[in-house]
């Protein structure tokens, strides 16, 4: 008898299994009402009184040995539960869940589009993958037209028809293909040009596209809305129209915002002249309103057009 109880001592610390049905098994056998331990101590009063101590020793280490096992699978059985289980522990404290912040691009694209939005213009949006006729046509770049190059174009495969926009002003010959004056919108969003990769510029990059269609539209009109944006931009009010060229204003100018000299990074970016170029602009050439089914003759306009990734790298350093 003692021999069989150290047989199934052995077996006890020998047994293993990874489910609680076989654990369960495991208890009933051993430590049930009707277990084995049971039976082994009712032997106990027919033992012959030399055996009695070792046999009441050799029960006791077995019943003690049996419920260790039960209780540590039970235990390691529900450690790999709660690791493997579809929610984890429950109980244990949440990950910190760190805030995001918006990109500068972004950052910037919504200061300015509230700054339009505060005088009335609204904003709209058009296709990243443009025709001819809305990036260069209709803006007055027939083809063949030299300014055409000033903007390197990705095509769509051989198809010259199809191109990625150059600039987001193919949105203004969108706009007024589809609204009559008055219009006053800006268009945000993605343009491309295939430009070699520095750290000044991208063969990807952002705009943003004004315009004010109405009658009686003038270049003070234009000059005043620059002078409040810039003010509102900025905090600088100072700005300067230089003389330029762009095939769908007439007469055209490049902006300049007075940075000031204060700071070293002043000079570095305003190239010691205090002075900075932030965006073209112009009065649209009466030829781009007739394109884009508007009478010149009792309206006009102004247009702008920025890139929001220099002034993002200009404020956000
Ligand atoms: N489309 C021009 C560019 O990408 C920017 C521009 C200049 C837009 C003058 C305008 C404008 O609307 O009037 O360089």
Redesign the pocket.
Known sequence: MIDKIKEHIALVEAFSTATKAEVEDFRIKYLGSKGLLKEFFAAFKNVNDDQKKEFGQVVNTLKNAAQDKVTSLKEHIDASQEISGVYGDLSRPGAPISLGSRHPISIVKNKITSIFSNIGFNVSEGPEIEDDWHNFTALNLPEYHPARDMQDTFFVQTNPDVLLRT?T?SV?VRYMEDNQPPIRTISPGRVYRNEAISARSHCFFH?V?GLYVDKGVSFADLKQTLEFFTTEMFGKSKIRLRPSY?P??EP?AEVDVYWGLETETDYKITKGTGWLEIM???MVDPNVLKNCGIDPEIYSGF???MGIDRIAMLLHQ
Request: net charge negative.
């Open positions: 600039h002003s203004q705009q596209e762009f769908f204003t055209s073209g602009c112009g247009a702008f057009g």
